[in-house]
């Protein structure tokens, strides 16, 4: 026993070392594996309140290219506005809106890393959710994927584990939307079947296999594409409309029927 | 002996601030984000007990997670330097450690750069083999290691010679 003691104080330093490497490694491969653990993200209180002090400042700077953004924005909406007939003011009733959208902002934005989070000033209070998805006026960002009480963290499309669905713009032929680290203006679509005729220019939007985004979201366009090792499907390099280092104004989506759908999906897949 | 726990709270303080703030933003050149948090470990007094120091670069790295959502790889990072630092500073310092009066300020030019320069090679090269995780992307890592390593050394230089103390 003794020497058990002994042993243990002559290594104290090691020994905590091997133990709180223990507990940092954990995390790690926890945070890789599943879903971040609950607390420890940029949405908790403490590093929200830090970074969105810091965006109060910082904000001043952008606001007349962001301004712009907007004005650009609304010039388009305007111009759908204008051609579209005039509907029925019943129809003018939101409560039978499939999709709610929420405006926001980026208070931390990040694309070098492997994983990249976004952390939006918006949470539970203003009823944003797990699952939510994200975008910008030029196109999609990603999906929010915690919320604290007034913040929220987005698992942006520049990170490994993102996986969108999406399609060629026009057509029915989807595939799935990752991002292979390398470069933030490029994410590449895979999955789409050799016999697609394809043409560098063409445009990438959302699918309609999901249940976080509304179909036809613009995602960017073909940069190049070449066949994969199985020669079956094409490995699409895709140049994104947004420039994903300049993030301000975001508006993330609610689709009210997800609830339902999953339901639906989920006795289906009990059934069988 | 209160005045050195002050000053080393404030200097974690300012360092995360920093960190989070301007450095983890600036992605010079799309990748280089300098970690110069590590001058926590620098500056730390050379005669401290290990144990302690153990505990704060895991707070230290942690701190800087949470900000990052990088969970636990700035932790492990900065944990592994702060256990590798002794043998360092033997391998740098030699002899002259052994004295009563050493102090970093007192040390050469050449020592003082190889120290930070061996911090910062076992920080960012533990950092970035979790960050990639597969030896497959080896040549990756290193690239990573040594472009963001060079910034980082920059950095921690030009901050250690803004806050260098005046005296002697």
């Known amino acids: ?272 | 002996m209160n005045n050195s726990i002050l000053v080393g709270i404030l200097r974690f303080a300012g360092l995360v601030l920093l960190q989070v703030l301007i450095f983890s933003r600036m992605n010079f050149l799309g990748q280089i984000n300098p970690m110069v948090y590590i001058l926590f470990l620098y500056w730390y007094p050379v005669r401290e007990n290990r144990t302690a120091l153990l505990g704060i670069a895991f707070l230290l790295g942690f701190a800087v997670d949470l900000f990052t959502d990088s969970l636990a790889m700035h932790t492990v990072a900065s944990l592994t330097a702060a256990y590798f630092r002794p043998a360092i500073m033997r391998f740098v310092f030699g002899v002259n450690l052994e004295f009563q009066n050493f102090r970093l300020s007192a040390s050469t030019r050449v020592q003082k750069v190889t120290f930070l320069a061996l911090l910062i090679g076992i920080h960012h090269l533990v950092f970035y083999t979790l960050e990639i995780f597969s030896l497959t992307n080896l040549l990756l890592i290193l690239k990573r290691v040594v472009l963001n390593g060079l910034g980082t050394f920059v950095f921690a230089l030009l901050l250690s010679s803004l806050f260098a103390r005046q005296r002697e």
């Open chain 1, 1 to 272: 026993m003794q020497r058990i003691i002994n042993f243990i104080l002559r290594n104290k330093t090691s020994l905590l070392y091997l133990f709180l490497l223990l507990i940092g490694l954990v995390l790690t491969i926890q945070n890789n594996t599943y879903h971040r653990t609950r607390y420890f993200n940029s949405a908790n209180w403490l590093s929200g309140s830090v970074y969105s002090a810091s965006a109060s400042v910082t904000d001043y700077f952008g606001l007349y290219s962001e301004n712009q953004k907007l004005a650009e924005e609304n010039r388009r909406l305007r111009q759908l506005l204008i051609n579209t007939p005039a509907v029925d003011s019943t129809a003018l009733d939101t409560a039978g809106l499939t999709y709610e959208v929420f405006a926001a902002q980026v208070i931390k934005n990040s694309y070098s890393q492997a994983n990249n989070y976004i952390t939006i000033n918006k949470g539970a209070r203003d009823s944003i959710q797990q699952d939510m998805g994200v975008i910008t006026p030029l196109g999609i960002l990603g999906i929010v994927e915690r919320s604290s009480a007034n913040f929220a963290s987005v698992q942006s499309i520049l990170n490994t584990r993102s996986n969108i669905n999406a399609k060629i713009a026009g057509t029915d032929y989807f595939g799935s939307l990752t991002w292979n680290r390398k470069d933030f203006r490029f994410a590449q679509l895979e999955d789409i079947p050799r016999l697609v005729p394809l043409r560098a220019g063409d445009t990438i939007v959302t699918g309609a296999m999901s249940s976080i985004f509304p179909e036809g979201i613009p995602i960017g366009t073909i940069h190049s594409f070449d066949l994969n090792e199985s020669n079956s499907f094409y490995h699409i390099e895709v140049r994104l409309f947004n420039d994903m280092t300049n993030l301000r104004q975001v508006y993330v989506i609610r689709n009210r029927f997800r609830p339902e759908l999953l339901q639906l999906e989920s006795e289906i897949s009990d059934e069988q």
